[in-house]
């Protein structure tokens, strides 16, 4: 089975620009998770979808972040406009269903650098 | 790779020895604890895993160990190998579907 995938894995853009991490989860997984690593931190929760409906969106940090699952199954994340402090590693994560037990498995990440 | 610059807790061990990774954990009402290895430029990838009504559970070469009373966690690897050599996380889940991240703990194989 395929597993996580994501796209780009690497993304350079300047301060003030837009840019779309795009999210593939495993096949049949209905659950998907963004996360993200700031430089120095650990890595910390952004948002979950459960199918195409947002369950947790605590973790985003503010409004110039938006994730969608249209349809329920790959998800993308966009950064408008992007700044300095978004820098870092994003990751997306899938897993079959919320219940215990169930181990969210993860992307290698979109390495995002603002200049 | 991205984990330059974090001031992680190393660990350096003899090739065949056996590892213990140490976690603390915070939040009491944890019930769910996953343990991921992390390679340069590589996502975090599953280990094993245990739920708070267990103390104890074994895989290929693993084995997770929980103390509630302390809120600790900690991986054993048994006769460690250069490829095991990564950083290693520990993740909590309670209720909610998140998982919180510990800061990770850098596991090097000396040959």
């Known amino acids: 089975e395929a597993g996580v995938t994501q796209f780009p894995s690497h993304s350079v853009i300047e301060k003030g620009q837009t840019v779309t991490l795009r999210c593939d989860p495993i096949?049949?997984?209905?659950?998907l998770y963004w996360y993200r690593r700031v430089m120095g931190k650990e890595i910390k929760f952004l948002l979950h979808?459960?199918?195409?409906?947002?369950?947790?969106e605590s973790g985003m940090p503010n409004n110039r972040f938006l994730a969608e699952r249209t349809g329920g199954t790959y998800s993308t994340l966009k950064v408008q406009p992007a700044e300095l402090e978004d820098s870092g590693v994003y990751f997306c994560?899938?897993?079959?269903?919320?219940?215990?037990?169930?181990?969210?498995?993860f992307g290698d990440g979109t390495r995002l650098s603002i200049l | 790779g991205e984990n330059v610059g974090l001031h992680l807790p190393t660990l350096s061990v003899q090739e065949g020895d056996n590892s213990i990774i140490n976690c603390a954990y915070s939040?009491?009402?944890?019930?769910?604890f996953i343990w991921y290895k992390q390679e340069s430029g590589k996502g975090p990838q599953f280990i094993i895993d245990?739920?708070?009504?267990?103390d104890k559970r074994q895989g290929q070469r693993v084995t997770v160990l929980l103390n509630k009373t302390v809120k600790h966690l900690s991986l054993q690897i048994a006769a460690t190998q250069p490829g095991d050599s990564a950083v290693y996380f520990c993740?909590?889940?309670?209720?909610?579907?998140?998982?919180?991240f510990g800061q990770g703990t850098r596991l090097t194989i000396n040959p």
């Open positions: 993740a909590e889940k309670s209720g909610a579907q998140k998982l919180v």
């Open positions: 939040n009491s009402a944890s019930d769910y």
């Open positions: 979808f459960v199918k195409e409906s947002k369950q947790d």
């Open positions: 994560a899938s897993s079959r269903s919320g219940q215990l037990g169930q181990p969210q498995h």
């Open positions: 245990i739920r708070s009504n267990m």
């Open positions: 096949s049949g997984h209905d659950n």
